[in-house]
């Protein structure tokens, strides 16, 4: 589905959110920070999470974000959070956090609150981690303010640092004949920055896989090909199957025929509910202040995801993460 046309931030915003990138991404983690990840059957990991945004066809501003936890290795759904949201941030290519990510932050501290023993041990984001124009994509950014290990998983390559989708690209992925077969992704700055992943032995369409937070490239990619049922994640793949179901669902209630789901993750972005847990009615977001990891977080309707100031203690009426 076409992106639809919209205005840019004014510069200074776009200038924030630079330097918010540029700040963040050095409290990234790269390696294995985990028992689990480094054993070779994952042995020790219960819990993994998926999150997504889908939104509502020919409406880039209403969308429906989602956080999933599946059991791991059965991968059966413990836990869905979907919650209906109005999207006023604009889309800007290498900046997607600022436009969905307090929408996914608030689903985890939902969780955190609500169910903490099901928090997910680690979270596999539909984006880019370390793949990024400036390194720091959307599975960099939530790992970051979560603190959670998080996974980027692309399905198209982001063409940064001098890779291409080439004729070259493309040998190599005639290349992957199985599924777990992967091969890596160095841009020309001689960094890898991810890999490209053969998900399934029936997918001939790879996966690009990179670091979000506190998990190594190697871990990343082994445990993705674990998750996968078919191409896709299952526990992203299950967060956009609920998300779906819920967006029909709301128009129903409302008594209007369900729209469909867009899908292009590009173009918007999307997805899924708690069992048990309805979903809310989308209400426009306003402007309120969030303690993350020790900085002050503005989450602002226009310029989506601002940090204002590091902080020592929570300020009166900011929201908090327990335990931060």
């Not at 998983?153 to 199985?178: M, R, S, T, Y």
């Not at 793949?237 to 609920?242: N, S």
């Not at 867009?262 to 509910?273: D, I, L, N, T, V």
Request: proline share 7%; aromatic share 6%.
């Amino acid at each position: 589905m076409a992106r639809k046309a919209a205005e840019k931030p004014p510069e200074e915003i776009m200038l924030d959110w630079k330097r918010e990138q540029a700040s963040l991404k050095a409290r990234v983690v790269d390696r294995d920070t985990e028992a689990w990840q480094r054993d070779p059957a994952f042995s020790g990991l219960q819990r993994v999470g998926g999150v997504d945004v889908s939104f509502v066809k020919d409406d880039s501003g209403s969308a429906c974000a989602s956080l999933v936890v599946l059991s791991y290795p059965e991968l059966e759904v413990l836990y869905e959070d979907c919650r209906m949201v109005t999207l006023t941030a604009p889309y800007v290519s290498g900046f997607l956090a600022f436009r969905e990510l307090p929408f996914l932050v608030d689903a985890v501290q939902r969780l955190r609150q609500r169910e903490p023993h099901l928090m997910p041990q680690v979270l596999f984001v539909d984006g880019n981690g370390v793949l990024h124009h400036r390194g720091f994509g959307v599975a960099c950014h939530l790992g970051v303010l979560t603190d959670l290990p998080c996974i980027g998983v692309a399905k198209k390559l982001l063409q940064v640092d001098g890779l291409e989708n080439n004729a070259l690209h493309k040998e190599k992925i005639q290349l992957l004949k199985a599924g777990g077969d992967s091969f890596p992704l160095m841009g020309g700055s001689g960094t890898v920055l991810g890999r490209a992943l053969r998900s399934h032995d029936h997918s001939t369409k790879p996966l690009y896989v990179s670091v979000g937070h506190k998990i190594s490239l190697e871990a990343a990619v082994r445990l993705t090909h674990s998750c996968c049922k078919f191409r896709i994640p299952e526990p992203v793949r299950q967060a956009d199957i609920r998300s779906r179901d819920s967006i029909r669902r709301t128009w129903e209630v409302q008594g209007t025929p369900g729209p469909q789901a867009g899908r292009s993750k590009e173009a918007q972005r999307p997805k899924a509910c708690p069992q048990g847990v309805s979903e809310e009615p989308a209400v426009p977001l306003l402007p309120r202040v969030c303690v993350l990891r020790g900085s002050e977080h503005l989450f602002d309707p226009v310029g989506g995801l601002r940090v204002r100031s590091h902080v020592e203690s929570v300020p009166a009426g900011a929201q908090s993460f327990p335990g931060e």
